[in-house]
């Protein structure tokens, strides 16, 4: 094997990636950057990696969630306290039926930059190079926006810092209190028959707390009660700022990436032989790799091999993207291939990126009846197999905004999409489908719906 180095991916061919016009610029932000302290400590990437380990074995939950795409635009505390009282309700109700931990890691603090499926955008005749995520360049149809720009990965690492700042605080400063799961409802979710559902859920809860509090657990004498932890991640897609902020642990002497804990590599820039796979191999944090309805089977494990040498448990997790008309015919073969090898890898579900579609009315979206359809397929087909399926990978948002159709609780049609449609990339689910798809999970792993 070829020695790594942090920069040894630039000696391989590259996919997804902007070219820079004033190299000069790049050089000096890049070497501003690898000055900055780190986002993250190394010793809670280990932490994550063993939480994921536990998720592979089918002792814990992953849930994996957040935006397709952060904005520098729409940067508020109150965007990210609701998506965190959302995956705080959605722990509450998997934690409830699994009767397992539930590891959280948001699509937060770095998740900046976007494959996309065309290099231009054409609009009303004129055609320009495509949007790649605020960390590159703006998403303003002009040409001067398009540019891509050195200086917006400044702004998206003081955003991430800012973004995990604040995460850390709700984690730690008490509004992950156990005894403050009534108050984790959003507004806008509270008078539906979700909300009802919740609250139900919250009042059970509520009792549990009362009958610990009475033998002397409270959260006073039991952190865990208190406290939560909420890890970050997002698509290592844009290497020059991904090895800017990788370091040198000095406790292990190994790499890491200290952008985010876990990082991921997208479907359409897997390749063996490129740059993603040959940087991602050098760090030690987790990761994970998409792997969707084009991966063949001795490819998956060549890149198994390329990324887990070693076979560690919770180092790799397989992000399932195939959609729900081709996930029962393409995914059974590489689980079975996998299992079969002995290799130790986390599966887990993204019901979002294998089914997107265009509405009647012009927009890009997502129908939460696929969705689902895709989360219970990946759930029978690991039964069927005796594997673990080992949790869910969504872009959602605590807001209440109308990008996927359908669900029960809020029932979205094409023409209902227009109202509150701000997405920066792909369609989220909303606060309240993304809770609604938590509870028929949780019915469907419980078996309630048989
Ligand atoms: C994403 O997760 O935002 C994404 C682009 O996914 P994929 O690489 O699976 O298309
Ligand atoms: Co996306």
Same mark, same amino acid.
């Given at each position: ?14 996919? #997804? ?5 004033? #190299? ?134 003081? #955003? ?216 219970? #397929? ?25 990008? @996927?159709?359908?669900?029960?609780? @809020? ?40």
């Amino acid at each position: 094997m070829m020695s790594w180095t942090p920069g040894s991916w630039r000696d391989f061919p590259i996919k #997804q990636q902007p070219t820079y016009q004033d #190299q000069e610029t790049l050089k000096k932000v890049e070497t501003e950057l690898s000055s900055y302290p780190p986002l993250i400590f190394a010793g809670e990437a280990r932490n994550l990696k063993r939480k994921l380990a536990a998720a592979g074995r089918g002792e814990a939950f992953l849930l994996q969630g957040g935006d397709c795409a952060e904005s520098f635009a729409d940067f508020n505390a109150e965007t990210i306290k609701n998506l965190f009282k959302l995956m705080l309700q959605m722990n509450m109700v998997l934690m409830y039926s699994t009767g397992k931990p539930v590891v959280k890691v948001g699509r937060i603090a770095g998740q900046f930059a976007k494959p996309r499926s065309s290099d231009f955008e054409e609009f009303d005749g004129v055609k320009l190079p495509s949007y790649r995520g605020d960390i590159i360049n703006g998403i303003e149809f002009t040409k001067e926006a398009r540019i891509p720009n050195p200086h917006n990965m400044i702004r998206a690492y003081n #955003q991430s810092a800012a973004t995990l700042n604040l995460v850390r605080a709700f984690s730690r400063g008490g509004l992950a209190d156990l005894n403050k799961v009534h108050q984790w409802n959003l507004d806008f979710i509270k008078d539906n028959p979700l909300g009802k559902r919740y609250d139900e859920l919250s009042d059970k809860i509520d009792h549990a707390m009362k009958f610990m509090a009475a033998c002397g657990l409270t959260s006073e004498t039991m952190p865990q009660l208190h406290q939560t932890t909420l890890y970050t991640s997002h698509e290592a897609l844009l290497l020059n700022y991904e090895e800017a902020l990788t370091r040198l642990d000095t406790e292990t002497n190994e790499w890491y990436d200290c952008s985010a804990h876990m990082l991921w590599i997208g479907d359409r820039t897997r390749d063996l032989n490129e740059a993603h796979i040959e940087y991602f191999r050098g760090i030690k944090n987790p990761i994970g790799c998409k792997v969707g309805p084009s991966m063949g089977e001795d490819e998956l494990i060549d890149l198994i091999e390329a990324l887990n040498p070693e076979n560690e448990e919770g180092r790799l997790n397989l992000i399932v993207r195939m959609g729900a008309e081709k996930i029962a015919e393409f995914f059974p073969p590489l689980l079975k291939k996998v299992r079969d090898a002995g290799k130790n890898v986390v599966w887990t579900i993204d019901p979002m990126h294998g089914n997107v579609e265009k509405s009647s009315t012009g927009f890009k979206t997502r129908d939460f009846d696929n969705i689902l359809s895709e989360v219970k #397929q990946f759930f029978s087909i690991h039964k069927e197999m005796g594997t673990v399926a080992a949790g869910i990978h969504l872009e959602m948002t605590g807001n209440d905004v109308t990008e @996927c159709t359908g669900s029960t609780s @809020c029932a979205i049609t094409a023409e209902g999409l227009a109202s509150r449609y701000h997405t920066q990339c792909d369609p989220r689910l909303n606060a309240s489908q993304a809770l609604e798809l938590a509870f028929m999970l949780s019915d469907t792993i419980s078996g309630a719906d048989q």
